[in-house]
C-alpha cells in the first residue's frame, strides 16, 4: 500500500446557530471534528477525493474536483439529529496521476474502517469508487487474513451507468467496477455488483454484454420501485459480509441534479433511494451484512444550479447517518 496521504483538511465548517435552543439546536457544522481524538474513534469518518482525473479521461465535463468541499458546506447547516461522532479528514488532492490518487485515498479509506468508523467518501468522479473498494479490502482482507477467513464485498451503485468500460487503455470515472471485476477475477473472489437506475440511452450494447459477462445485477430507471429493489438485491446481501453503497448523482433527473458531468433526462425518483437506503440500514442483522462504507460522486459545482446538487447531496448523506445511527 502507498504510505499516508498528505490531506488538505482547510475547509472551515460554518453556518447559522442557534444558541437559545442549546443541545437540541446543535448543526453539523458545530460538532464535526477536524482532529482525531486520542482517546475514542468517531462513528463516522468524511473522506474527500478531490479528483476529476478520471472524468477527463472519460471525456465527461470536468469540474468535480471541486465537489468534496461544495457537498461539506451544504452539510453545514444540516440538524444534528443523533450523538454520532463525526470526524472529517478532510481531502486527497489530485495530483497528476489517478492511480496515485486512487491508491492514497484508499489508504485513508482503510486506516478509517480499521479504526471502526463508518466511512463516507465525498467525490469527486466516479473513480473514487476504485478507491474506495480497495480501501475496504485493505482494512478486511490484507495479507495476513487466511482465503478462507475474507470477508465477501458487495457492491450497490445508484447509476444511470454501469461503469463497466474497459480500461483503454487507462482508467477513468467510467471503468472502476470493470476494475473491480478484474481484481476479483485475478484473487478468485465473487463479483457481487449491483445498479439501480440504468439508463438504456447511457449505455451501449456492449456495456450491456458487459454486465451479462460479469454477472451484475441492475434495474433500468423506469423499472425502480422499492419492491423490485428488494427483490434484486436481497439474495446478494444474504451472501455478503461487507456492503459498499456508492451514489452516482447522474442517477438522478437533472431537475434534481443539474450539477454532473452527464446529466439524466429521466433519473430515478428520490425517495426510492431514501427508502432503499433505510431499508439498507434496518436489515444488516437480519441478513448478515455489515454497511462499512458510502460514497457520492460526479458531485460538479460549476453545473449546478441554485445548488441543487449540492443539496442533494448532502441529504443522502444526512439519510445515510441517520439511518446507520438510530
Avoid at 446543535?26 to 479528483?51: D, E, F
Avoid at 439508463?199 to 430507471?221: E, I, P, Q, V, Y
Wanted: net charge negative; charged share 20%.
Amino acid at each position: 500500500m502507498v504510505k499516508s496521504a498528505d490531506m488538505n483538511n482547510t475547509f472551515i465548517w460554518q453556518g447559522r446557530t442557534d444558541d437559545e435552543d442549546k443541545a437540541r439546536g446543535l448543526r453539523w457544522h458545530q460538532v464535526v471534528n477536524q482532529k482525531a481524538s486520542s482517546t475514542t474513534n468517531p462513528h463516522c469518518c468524511l473522506i474527500g477525493l478531490a479528483c476529476d482525473l478520471g472524468v477527463k479521461e472519460n471525456k465527461g465535463r470536468v469540474g468535480a474536483k471541486t465537489g468534496p468541499n461544495a457537498i461539506r458546506s451544504a452539510l453545514a447547516n444540516l440538524p444534528y439529529q443523533h450523538n454520532v461522532s463525526l470526524l472529517d479528514k478532510g481531502d486527497v488532492v489530485a495530483n497528476e496521476c489517478l492511480d496515485s490518487c486512487q491508491q492514497n485515498y484508499a489508504t485513508e479509506v482503510s486506516k478509517a474502517l480499521k479504526q471502526n468508523c463508518f466511512v463516507i467518501g465525498l467525490g469527486g468522479g466516479h473513480e473514487i469508487a476504485w478507491g474506495s473498494y480497495l480501501g475496504l479490502q485493505h482494512a478486511f482482507n490484507n495479507s495476513d487474513v487466511a482465503k478462507d477467513n475474507s470477508k465477501r464485498i458487495g457492491i450497490i451503485n445508484f447509476d444511470a451507468h454501469f461503469d463497466l468500460r474497459l480500461p483503454a487503455p487507462h482508467a477513468s470515472s467510467g471503468t472502476p467496477f470493470r476494475q473491480i471485476h478484474q481484481y476479483c477475477t485475478e484473487h478468485s473472489l465473487p463479483f457481487d455488483y449491483a445498479c439501480l437506475g440504468i439508463a438504456k440511452t447511457a449505455n451501449t450494447l456492449a456495456l450491456f454484454d458487459s454486465a451479462a459477462m460479469t454477472g451484475t445485477r441492475f434495474l433500468l430507471d423506469e423499472d425502480c420501485s422499492v419492491d423490485k429493489a428488494i427483490s434484486l438485491l436481497t439474495p446478494m446481501l444474504s451472501e455478503i459480509d461487507l456492503l459498499y453503497v456508492t451514489i452516482c448523482l447522474d442517477a438522478f433527473s437533472s431537475a434534481n441534479a443539474p450539477g454532473v458531468s452527464a446529466p439524466s433526462t429521466l433519473g430515478i425518483e428520490i425517495p426510492f433511494v431514501l427508502q432503499i437506503l433505510r431499508w439498507l440500514a434496518a436489515n444488516q442483522n437480519k441478513l448478515g451484512y455489515q454497511w462499512a462504507l458510502t460514497d457520492v460522486a460526479e458531485m460538479n459545482p460549476t453545473y449546478d444550479i441554485d445548488q441543487r446538487t449540492t443539496k442533494l447531496a448532502a441529504r443522502l448523506l444526512f439519510e445515510v447517518v441517520n439511518a446507520k445511527f438510530p
